[in-house]
């Protein structure tokens, strides 16, 4: 393992995963390096290429562009908080690893940067932010060079395994309230978490102007047995830090008294019950 990508696991491991055991960490270590190395590979990276990691988070997506190419490109960090940034920073200044590297604060609405000034962007699971995705992706073809490409990792969150369909009605008081109101929530064409799919996605990207669009879809599904603990996260853990979590928004519909039960018969159903999930996730490139 590299000297950056060392650095870089330890502050996810120390922060972001720290709740998770060691094999669950590991796991999901691995699963992000390989999800790192399909978007670069998707961006035909070279040599002297202006390359921006945007809605970059904790770099992985730019750590591993320096892996590759060091200082042989000129990389920039971009995302829209400066935490972001600074953790960024932080990682980088552990090593000792040549580099040509930029800071950019910006909202991928409105990019700091002149027309056609990249060879290549690319992003992360930053689109589940992002409720206007055509805007964004306007954004994205306007800073690309001619021949340019965008390369992308979304999970297509609106498409994964509903609570209801892990339950069964007799197992759950106001079965049907819960389907319906979970239903209208996870179908919510405001909500930027599930107001896509593969097709419209598709469509933003050839509206946009580009000229060649491939998404590939994937789906990923694993057995597993829930504890009680792991059940209480689903519905308590917002899923990013401006996003409700899932009692949150069963909240805007039913009572916090008549939510709490539901999450206690969620509990009592699924303990230590083996269950399968299915998640579907896009790899998306694009070349204008």
């Known amino acids: 393992m590299s000297e950056i990508c060392k650095n870089w696991s330890t502050w996810l491991k120390k922060t972001r995963f720290s709740y998770m055991n060691e094999t669950q960490r590991e796991q999901t270590l691995n699963w992000l390096l390989s999800v790192r190395d399909s978007v670069l590979n998707l961006a035909n990276l070279k040599e002297g290429q202006k390359i921006a990691d945007f809605g970059c988070g904790s770099g992985l997506l730019g750590f591993g562009v320096l892996e590759r190419f060091e200082d042989k490109v000129e990389l920039i960090f971009s995302d829209k908080f400066q935490d972001c940034l600074d953790e960024c920073k932080k990682i980088l200044n552990k090593t000792k690893i040549k580099n040509n590297v930029k800071f950019l604060k910006t909202d991928i609405l409105n990019i700091k940067l002149e027309n056609d000034f990249l060879d290549r962007l690319m992003t992360r699971s930053v689109l589940v932010h992002v409720k206007e995705k055509q ?3 306007e954004e994205f073809y306007r800073v690309l060079k001619p021949n340019g490409i965008y390369a992308a990792f979304e999970p297509i969150i609106s ?15 106001d079965y049907q309230e819960f389907k319906n109101a979970e239903k209208e929530f996870m179908e919510n064409p405001n909500d930027p978490l599930v107001n896509f799919c593969a097709e419209s996605l598709n469509k933003n990207l050839n509206k946009s102007g580009f000229r060649t669009v491939n998404i590939n879809i994937q789906t990923a599904d694993s057995k597993y047995s829930p504890t009680k603990e792991t059940i209480l996260n689903w519905f308590i853990a917002p899923p990013a830090p401006d996003q409700k979590s899932m009692k949150e928004r069963f909240l805007e519909y039913f009572e916090e008294k008549k939510v709490d039960n539901f999450i206690l018969e969620v509990q009592n159903a699924l303990n230590n019950k083996e269950i399968k999930i299915s998640a579907k996730t896009a790899f998306i490139k694009a070349i204008k």
Not at 159 to 173: D, H
């Open 135 to 137: 805007k964004a992706f």
């Open 159 to 173: 498409e994964n395994t509903r609570y209801y369909e892990l339950l069964k009605p007799e197992e759950i008081s």
